[in-house]
């Protein structure tokens, strides 16, 4: 496949076009996992910031839902949707600045190819979605003021100060996304310490640094207001010494290759040592920023990963930023005067692994068939079906809506159970699910109970309901995907009695992919 050099900003459109519809479509058919459908606590209970990020994804789920009018799957993800399109766009110019237009035009599709940028960011709805968008604007901001401000006096510039007090803003926005963000401005200090100290008897540049701060003000408001629990929670799950264990650094390092397709992941490695053999010739102001901000945020956690355990996707925006490295380098392979660029096939085989990953994926949410091959033939206890299946996480909410329905709606017949009683979780997944599938809809209250540490937004969310109140009854939902003994610590303690009152199945593909157990809660003993 060959594309010639004027048709690019056509070839991109149309990859545009084809990502936003199948995303869009991803997005309507599939049902929340358990960290989105947490995030759509955050847009409908607003806050300065939360108790595990701040909150910048929930305005975003309010700004595109028309706050909650439009609360299905699919409008609270537009804001992925879009994005995604935008970053992709975005990704495009900073390979351009980086090389030229086919460098950008391979660094988007390379973007595309990315379970984290296709799939993390650009289908489901986390506090990755802005912060991939506004990490991206800010780079590429601060690549055009330090490429505008090696060409001229700043002085003479004004208008590239303007650049640089938008990059601020946007470093800032990215902040107020995930904390993470930060190492955006690692990255330009570095820079500008290392390679452009002029620029520290800039005034500007440290308006733009107060502009970042501004942005992080709700979050500060909100930790001082909570004792810094959100800083205290963050600073546990990290650790700068300890034992070192390497099965979590193994499970980083395959992390990141998977989630950043695993072609991709070893382009950016071969483009990184061209790169250092000074074998590729890349605008040095780019490449030094994208290497300075990326190798960092990608370093540190993989760092941490030695003492305990990480999640592959913290580290990711710092590979996406590698991304137009590997697109110079297979660019550099094509250097001709025809203006007729081949598209590698290592980036048609990224592609289809993305295809392959994503279809495969989103057939097995469906229908289950794949683990059913695997499955052993021995009888499983009922309180074990579907243990482990995590893709059981997105599937059969509204199925467990209907069949609790009916179950509540016989004993509220009887009068054992009131219409307003409602539901109690054990942790704050699956009570998101079970706020947002069951208790919303049917028009009760969920609770969660436990410490902080286990119902995170929900230690508040109970307050705004009115709180746990004693002699009251409950319902829990038990599933076997995700089992509680009802006799043990987390339940039996806080009620009279805990008495189970139905069981029913739920159905992948004809089969039993797992069971739902309701119990009827009894007197609570203490307000809580």
Not at 216 to 229: C, G, K, R, V
Not at 324 to 336: F, M, R, S, T, V
Not at 428 to 437: K, Q, S, T, V
Request: glycine share 8%; hydrophobic share 50%.
């Amino acid at each position: 496949m060959t594309i010639r050099e004027e048709k690019i900003p056509k070839a991109l459109i149309i990859l545009l076009i084809l990502s936003i519809i199948i995303r869009g479509f991803l997005a309507a058919f599939h049902e929340f996992g358990n960290d989105e459908v947490y995030y759509w606590t955050y847009a409908l209970y607003p806050d300065w910031s939360h108790f595990d990020h701040p909150g910048m994804v929930g305005w975003m789920m309010q700004l595109f839902s028309l706050n909650l009018l439009l609360d299905s799957e699919f409008f609270l993800r537009l804001s992925s949707i879009i994005f995604m399109t935008i970053n992709t766009w975005l990704m495009y110019l900073i390979g351009t600045e980086l090389k030229n237009k086919i460098t950008g035009f391979y660094s988007a599709l390379l973007f595309t190819a990315s379970l984290y940028a296709f799939v993390i960011t650009g289908i489901f709805i986390m506090p990755d979605t802005p912060l991939m968008l506004f990490t991206l604007i800010s780079i590429y901001l601060f690549i055009k003021y330090f490429k505008q401000s090696t060409e001229m006096h700043v002085r003479a510039f004004p208008q590239g100060n303007t650049t640089l007090l938008l990059a601020g803003l946007c470093a800032g926005l990215a902040m107020l996304s995930k904390y993470s963000a930060a190492f955006i401005w690692v990255g330009v200090g570095l820079y500008i310490l290392i390679y452009n100290r002029k620029e520290l008897k800039n005034k500007y540049l440290y308006l733009s640094i107060l502009i970042s701060a501004i942005c992080l003000l709700p979050i500060l408001i909100w930790n001082m207001q909570h004792d810094f629990i959100s800083f205290n929670f963050h600073g546990d799950r990290v650790s700068l010494f300890g034992k070192p264990r390497f099965d979590y650094l193994g499970t980083e390092l395959a992390g990141e290759l998977i989630y950043n397709n695993p072609i991709v992941y070893i382009l950016i490695i071969m483009a990184l040592v061209a790169l250092f053999r000074k074998e590729n010739k890349l605008d040095k102001f780019v490449s030094r920023l994208l290497l300075l901000t990326a190798l960092p945020w990608i370093g540190i956690f993989i760092y941490f990963s030695f003492t305990r355990s990480t999640l592959p996707h913290w580290s990711a925006p710092g590979v996406c930023l590698l991304i137009p490295i590997a697109g110079a380098y297979l660019a550099e392979k094509q250097d001709n005067m025809t203006g007729i660029y081949r598209i590698p096939k290592v980036i048609i085989a990224a592609l289809l692994l993305l295809i392959i990953a994503v279809g495969v994926g989103s057939f097995e949410i469906k229908t289950g068939r794949i683990q059913a091959c695997f499955a052993s033939e021995k009888p499983i206890e009922m309180t074990a079906v579907g243990k482990g299946d995590v893709t059981l996480d997105m599937y059969g909410w509204d199925q467990i809506r209907e069949g609790f329905a009916t179950v509540r709606d016989s004993l509220v017949a009887t009068g054992e159970m009131k219409a307003d009683d409602g539901i109690i979780a054990l942790k704050w997944f699956p009570a998101a699910n079970i706020d947002y599938y069951i208790a919303t809809p049917l028009g009760i209250k969920l609770y969660a109970l436990g410490e902080l540490n286990q119902i995170h937004k929900y230690y508040w969310i109970n307050e705004l309901r009115g709180g746990l109140q004693a002699g009251r009854n409950y319902w829990f939902i038990n599933q076997s995907n995700n089992y509680y003994e009802p006799d043990d610590w987390r339940l039996q303690p806080y009620f009279e009695q805990v008495t189970p009152v139905d069981t029913f199945a739920v159905y992948r593909g004809g089969r039993v992919a797992e069971y739902v157990f309701v119990y009827k809660l009894e007197g609570m003993k203490v307000d809580n």
